[in-house]
């Protein structure tokens, strides 16, 4: 199939509780179906290669780097965007902490933080790090990142 | 809030020092935030870029038919199209290629299309014929005699500040540098070192790549959405180029998502105007991928450098001869500054009275380069700070006691023979003995040897001005709303360093109220908001936050007047404070704001005054040109100084290390908000520790960069941040308000350097190349046997 092919595909799924039902190409990347079919722009293109954590989504609670996925892969899937959270314990802490600059990374790194929590809520320093270390900030040094994490999973400082 | 004291005093709370939480807090964490990429209108087309393959080659052919061919492409632009040169200082640029490339990644034609994926589709399918050319890849290499030439026709450039370009060479500018007697300096130092040192060129990678909109409306404005530092140069820019009157040119700048120098430079704007232009002025959407955004657009300028230091028997430093040849790449773009910058600060903040210094921007076939957080000075100071290391130990002293007793201080004078006080000069001995207490400097060992694991720590101090145009300035208004509040204008850009927080907590402070009641929009419009130069340079609280209190004068003037004719008093009886006017003598006794912000309504209907609009604008003072000849000259306001330590655990089996801890104190003159002052320099020193340690572009021999992505081109990332440790001494900066002193960019400055002189220590060798990766460390040692 060439990648001019402008044939649509029938794609149904749930984000943020809302059931959608859209019309792709096959080769729409998930990222981009979520920004600009959806107006979902809180996820960020970052690298458009899974290297930054940018676009990083919940699908079936499980953080994924929506730009490392094809949106007929989500058919019937269920997916949370930053868009999808208000008042989280992780939204929380990154306030109190101010654990953000520009704020680009931000909606990956909380969703990410918030896939954490979903599935290993008693995570330890070195899990939390394995998971974080998918994301990159630029303007922070980390540490306020590390002090909202810690708020989150209630770990000493 | 307004209180009274027992005496009947009032009392105010104050906004500095307080850590308010940035005003755009929630929308940065619930994803509503809206960048320039999440703007999006309906038939809004899409550019892309098509790249040179090659750093220097001949353009023969470029052939778009098959790129034309396919459904949605709507127009395909290249250089000869709209020839034209731009840049700052030095007009050396097209934006699209014209007759030769001169970098990897060199815009050769745009593509317009219906869709991203069109055009991107598009873009690969120009065809384009090239001669290659020999190139050019180092700064050294281009300084040789028979180096082939990167422009033939240096002479012809437009300039529109002041450059010293040397035609029939690769250099783009020289900044010369003489002071004192350089004989009588070599013969009173008893010890002298001379290092050589290099940091290659790399990328500023804020996560948000840069973006630009562009649309032309039938009267002819031109409407841009941007993310750049830089709103207002774009309006001239444009205007110049393109022969537009600049009340046409509008821009909007929304928050931006980093930007640490690299969207202060014009480049996305021309492209996407052109593809406007082409397409019937038809809005249009130029984003770069990550890749094009490392490698098209300007990157990290680079430096070979080499330094001769002197000192006495004493370890009094004497003279010092520098050369810097900075890796300009292929335009001079900001470089060209940045090299002055080089020079203006070549010694460090240290007394030395005999200085030769020339600091060259040269072309290479290299990506060009542009403003990167420090300007210049985490090059100078790396090169420098290596020179000041191995004399302090050559005279066996203390390194930081050496630099201890080598501080510039008040009565100096600079290299460009300005007259430091109190006021203009940061209190850098302070900052050195905080430093040693921060890190238990005199009771701790500075290395540590564990088996095969060596703990070491290295130090160094920086200082910087801000060499910014002459006549660099900045407006604000402050609009008082019917309910006494404010919404604050101007022209500062939010990239993420808290700027718009922090001037609105200048303004409370000013009118003596409470910070929530101050408003301030989160983007910059360039047709509604007051003129502000650029947000570069740690300048835009120093020179908007002075236009700001300016304004705030005026709205006071204006509150009193209105008040006094209420009051039955004249205006001198009266004070502002937390929300009310109200009498010196009895503060009781006032009127509120929000009565006579659109001016006071008598019983009897008569009104006096209007709303208060409060308008104040502030440029740089006594700031002069530098002599061509000597460097003589004033650049800058003032110096911001300070110290920093870095601690490593080097694995010598491996030769991998581990930074364990970071410190850095600095003078910021006055923090306004504390955290936002931490993070700022702790954000600055990851920067700097990521640069130092890994970042570098990977040149193969052709010129061509191979590792344009964040899967070779390695960040720092969460997990091996150190700890860091920050400290502030506070000495007035009295032209600024509230004595601030710049400290956006100064925590990066001396990280390169820092780490340098600890893996140094550690290694038992000199490490004079960044990065300094284990594979560097592991060559230098196995080199030096």
């Not at chain 2, 060479?169 to 070599?186: C, D, L």
């Not at chain 2, 207002?232 to 928050?255: E, Y």
Request: some cysteine; aromatic content about 6%; hydrophobic content about 40%.
């Amino acid at each position: 199939m060439s990648s001019l092919d402008s044939a649509k595909y029938p794609v149904e799924f749930e984000v943020n509780g809302e059931k959608q039902t859209i019309r792709v190409r096959a080769a729409d990347i998930l990222l981009y179906t979520l920004r600009d079919n959806l107006g979902l722009t809180g996820s960020k293109s970052g690298c458009d290669n899974g290297d930054c954590g940018a676009c990083t989504i919940l699908v079936e609670g499980f953080p994924i780097k929506s730009c490392l996925m094809l949106t007929v892969e989500v058919d019937g899937k269920q997916m949370t965007t930053i868009e999808g959270l208000r008042n989280s314990p992780v939204q929380n802490a990154f306030v109190k902490n101010q654990a953000f600059q520009c704020g680009y990374c931000t909606p990956g790194f909380i969703v990410n933080c918030e896939g954490l929590r979903n599935k290993l809520p008693h995570a330890d320093k070195e899990t939390i790090r394995v998971w974080l270390e998918s994301n990159i900030c630029r303007c922070t040094s980390y540490e306020e990142i590390r002090n909202a994490v810690k708020d989150v999973f209630s770990l000493e400082k | 809030m307004l209180g009274y004291d027992e005496k009947g005093g009032v009392k105010i709370s104050s906004s500095l020092g307080k850590s308010i939480p940035r005003k755009e807090t929630w929308e940065k964490v619930t994803g509503i935030t809206r960048y320039v990429n999440d703007i999006s209108t309906p038939g809004l087309f899409h550019v892309k870029i098509a790249i040179s393959p090659h750093a220097h080659a001949k353009i023969i052919t470029i052939d778009s038919s098959e790129a034309m061919k396919i459904p949605g492409v709507k127009e395909v632009i290249t250089g000869r199209d709209f020839p034209i040169l731009t840049g700052s200082p030095l007009a050396d640029r097209p934006p699209i290629a014209i007759d030769k490339v001169r970098y990897y990644g060199e815009p050769v034609a745009l593509v317009v299309a219906d869709q991203d994926y069109i055009a991107e589709m598009a873009a690969n399918r120009i065809k384009v014929v090239y001669e290659l050319l020999p190139a050019v890849l180092s700064p050294r290499e281009a300084l040789q005699k028979n180096a082939p030439l990167v422009h033939e026709r240096l002479a012809e450039y437009k300039q529109h500040e002041e450059v010293y370009p040397e035609p029939g060479t690769n250099v783009a500018n020289r900044t010369k540098i003489r002071k004192g007697n350089m004989e009588e300096g070599w013969r009173k130092s008893h010890h002298t070192v001379e290092v050589e040192v290099t940091l290659p060129q790399s990328d500023h990678a804020a996560m948000e790549m840069r973006c630009c909109t562009a649309e032309i409306m039938p009267d002819g404005k031109v409407i841009f959405h941007s993310a750049s530092q830089s709103p207002f140069v774009i309006r001239r820019a444009i205007s110049q180029s393109f022969h537009i009157p600049i009340h046409k040119v509008i821009v909007h700048t929304p928050l931006v998502g980093g930007s640490f120098g690299g969207k202060s430079a014009i480049q996305m704007e021309f492209l996407a105007y052109m593809a406007s232009r082409a397409v019937g002025g038809r809005a249009v959407k130029l984003v770069n991928s990550r890749e094009v955004d490392m490698i098209s657009s300007p990157v990290h300028i680079g430096l070979d450098a080499t330094v001769k230091l002197g000192c006495t028997r004493e370890g009094k430093l004497m003279a010092t001869e520098i050369l810097h040849l900075y890796d300009g790449g292929a335009y001079s773009d900001r470089g060209a500054v940045m090299s002055r910058s080089g020079a203006i600060d070549c010694t460090g903040p240290y007394r030395i009275d005999n200085v030769h210094c020339d600091s060259l921007c040269m072309y290479t076939n290299h990506p060009y380069s542009t403003s990167y957080r420090g300007f210049g000075h985490p090059e100078l100071t790396f090169a420098m700070e290596r020179a000041v290391d191995l004399l302090a130990n050559l005279v066996n002293m203390d390194p930081l006691e050496f630099r201890f007793n080598n501080a510039i201080g008040p009565g100096d004078t600079t290299p460009t023979q300005t007259l430091l006080d109190r006021s203009n000069l940061g209190d850098l001995p302070m900052c050195i003995a905080k430093l040693k207490s921060l890190i238990d400097w005199d009771d701790l060992p500075h290395r540590k040897i564990d088996g095969h694991l060596i703990k070491a720590r290295g130090v160094c101090c920086f200082w910087k001005t801000s060499d910014t145009p002459t006549d660099a300035g900045a407006g604000a208004v402050i609009v008082f709303n019917p309910d006494g509040s404010i919404n604050l204008l101007c022209g500062a850009v939010e990239i993420g360093q808290g700027t718009r927080t922090a001037l609105t907590q200048l303004l409370a402070e000013k009118l003596r109220m409470d910070d929530q009641m101050i408003h301030i929009s989160t983007g910059v419009n360039t047709e509604t908001d007051p003129q502000h130069w650029k947000t570069v340079a740690s300048r835009s609280t120093f020179l908007v936050g002075n236009a700001i209190l300016n304004a705030a004068d005026d709205a006071i003037v204006q509150l009193k007047s209105i008040a006094a004719i209420v009051m039955q008093c004249l205006p001198t009886d009266l004070d502002v404070g937390a929300g009310k006017v109200f009498f010196k003598d009895r503060p009781a006794k006032g009127i509120s704001i929000d009565k006579i912000a659109n001016g006071y309504k008598f019983p009897n209907g008569n009104t006096i005054g209007g709303q208060v609009i409060g308008r104040g604008s502030y440029a740089m003072r006594n700031l002069t040109s530098l002599d061509p000849e000597t460097g003589k000259g004033n650049p800058g306001p003032e110096w911001t100084v300070g110290a920093q330590a870095v601690e490593v655990e080097l694995n010598t089996k491996e030769y991998t290390y581990k930074i364990v801890k970071a410190a850095t104190v600095i003078d910021a003159g006055k923090v306004i908000n504390p955290e936002f002052a931490r993070s700022q320099v702790t954000g600055g020193m990851s920067m700097g520790l990521s640069l130092a340690s890994r970042e570098a572009f990977l040149f193969n021999d052709q010129g061509a960069i191979i590792n344009p992505q964040f899967r070779t081109y390695k960040l720092i990332r969460y997990g091996e941040q150190p700890q860091y440790f920050v400290d502030f001494v506070e000495t007035p900066h009295l032209e600024a308000p509230y004595g601030l002193r710049g400290i956006g960019e100064h925590g990066l400055i001396g990280m390169p350097a820092a780490l340098a002189n600890s893996l140094t220590l550690a290694a038992g060798v000199e490490l004079n190349h960044l990065p300094l990766t284990p594979e560097m460390i592991w060559r230098t040692i196995h080199d030096s046997v």
